[in-house]
Structures are given as C-alpha cells and as structure tokens.
C-alpha cells in the first residue's frame, strides 16, 4: 500500500510539473531569439529552474519514499512507475487536447 501511496504521488505530480517546465520553455524561446541577434546566444533552451523543479520532484519522492520506510529499489521503481504515469496522463490530458 505504501509503494502505491509514492506511485500515486509522484504520478499526480508529474503532469503539473510537465505542463508547467512546457511553459516555461516555450517563454525561454523569445529570450533565446533576442540573445542570438548580434551575440553568440547565451539562453539556454531549458531554464534553470525548470531543471531545478525537476530535480525537487525526484528528492521529493525520495523523501516521502524515505518517510513512508520504502527500501531504495521500490523508491527507484516507484519514481519510474509514477513517472511514467504522470507524464502518460500529461499526453493524454494536455497535448491530445491541444491537436
């Protein structure tokens, strides 16, 4: 039940967290454009804190995978399952909508 508890988590994080990072990115794409004009181009194509927010979703899970007295591998497992589901409803709920 735990294990299922951090999958459900993590899966329901997961499409916030993509649908955020998209706008995100898609607003660095004027910022790239105006760093190219007359310069080499210093924006880079995914904003830092979209990277960071990634990274706080997976310590995220890991801390409430350590809570919830999980061994490392259903942790591991755990992150890849909700994943995966997450980012599944995110295709399904989002970008189907948006074709």
């Known amino acids: 039940m ?3 508890l951090s999958v459900g988590l993590t899966g329901a994080a997961v499409p916030f967290l993509l649908r955020w990072g998209r706008n995100e990115a898609e ?7 105006a760093a190219v004009f007359n310069s080499p181009g210093t924006e880079a194509p995914i904003p830092t804190v979209v990277v960071m927010a990634g990274a ?3 310590a995220g899970h890991w801390l409430v995978g350590s809570l919830l007295r999980l061994p490392g591998w259903q942790k591991a497992l755990a992150l890849v399952i909700g994943g995966a589901v997450g ?7 989002d970008l189907k909508r948006r074709s």
Do not use: P
């Not at 980012?87 to 709920?93: D, E, H, L, R, V």
């Open 56 to 58: 706080g979703l997976v």
């Open 27 to 33: 607003g660095q794409i004027d910022k790239m454009q």
């Open 2 to 4: 735990k294990f299922l």
């Open 87 to 93: 980012a599944t409803n995110f295709y399904y709920t």
